[in-house]
């Protein structure tokens, strides 16, 4: 009997005691980047999907079949709201009695001024290290009350995430602050960055809108053409998600810089240059600072 017991202890030691399964909540995003900051805010107690895959260009994003399977079972819901994902709330129709969170509640909107979504708010509101606050805390509260046991820790996951960003943004603001005046101009092909030329005092315009719209007409390209002759304004840049055509052709008239590409809607894959949130924020506004600082 003796022997038999060292036998069994002998077995557990060598193939490990079980490890108790960890109970986690399924968090489901309308995109990629709302999928980074749940699973900061969430730690080892969810698993995240995201409905869109990275690169996606999400405004008129259409859900596959696959998309729907993907997100079945998932016990909370987030989006930005805002008119941005207007197929989101028809995609949750598939996958029962899910409750969903708008991350954008509480962030004070920017209107845009132009294009046929004039009047309306710009929906962008994440592209902001101001308002990034504001949607982790709405991400804490999303789990916290889908999952009241690990409150704390998500509450605790928020405050250190935030943490985060406001450091690495410090010098970027700085940076920024120490241009002239009249180089504080950030110009792109979509008005995506609104709430972050805001954020660091910068003057903001666009080929147009949102990318629902037209894209690259002979009149936004003529409207913008004039205002940076009129302004001196030095560089343009486009989004990862569109085609940079439109702005090298405002760059090529007008003598200016094409500065390159920002990040907005989506995320890269993990060996991509803005796998993260995080990533996404510090990778565009460096290279904003970088078009601005530049010499002519």
Excluded at 3 to 32: M, N, R, Y
Excluded at 52 to 73: C, S, V, W
């Amino acid at each position: 009997m003796r022997f038999l017991t060292l036998l069994g202890l002998f077995i557990t030691l060598s193939l490990g005691a079980a490890q108790p399964v960890l109970a986690q909540i399924k968090v489901l995003t309308s995109f990629t980047v709302f999928a980074d900051m749940a699973r900061n805010v969430a730690g080892e107690h969810a698993e995240v999907v995201s409905i869109t895959r990275e690169g996606a260009e999400i405004h008129m994003f259409r859900p596959t079949p696959g998309d729907i399977k993907r997100g079945l079972g998932a016990d909370v819901a987030l989006w930005n709201g805002m008119g941005l994902e207007t197929w989101f709330e028809r995609y949750l129709e598939n996958l029962g009695n899910v409750k969903a969170y708008t991350l954008s509640d509480g962030v004070e909107p920017i209107l845009i001024t132009e294009d046929a979504y004039q009047g309306r708010a710009n929906p962008h509101g994440w592209m902001s290290p101001g308002n990034a606050n504001i949607y982790i805390d709405n991400i804490v509260t999303a789990l916290s009350e889908t999952d009241p046991a690990n409150a704390d820790a998500y509450a605790a996951n928020g405050e250190a995430y935030k943490a985060e960003i406001a450091a690495t943004f410090a010098p970027i603001r700085a940076a920024i602050e120490a241009l002239p005046e009249d180089r504080r101009w950030l110009v792109t092909s979509e008005a995506a960055f609104s709430y972050l030329a805001r954020d660091f005092g910068l003057k903001e315009a666009s080929i147009w809108a949102i990318n629902a719209d037209s894209q690259g007409s002979p009149q936004q390209v003529r409207r913008i053409i004039d205002l940076i002759n009129e302004n001196n304004i030095p560089v343009i840049f486009s989004e990862s998600t569109v085609s940079p055509k439109p702005a090298e052709q405002v760059a090529r008239e007008t003598g200016i810089a094409y500065g390159g590409v920002l990040y907005v809607d989506s995320l890269s894959t993990p060996d991509g240059p803005v796998p993260t949130y995080l990533d996404l924020l510090k990778v565009t506004s460096q290279t904003i600072v970088t078009g601005l600082t530049a010499q002519p």
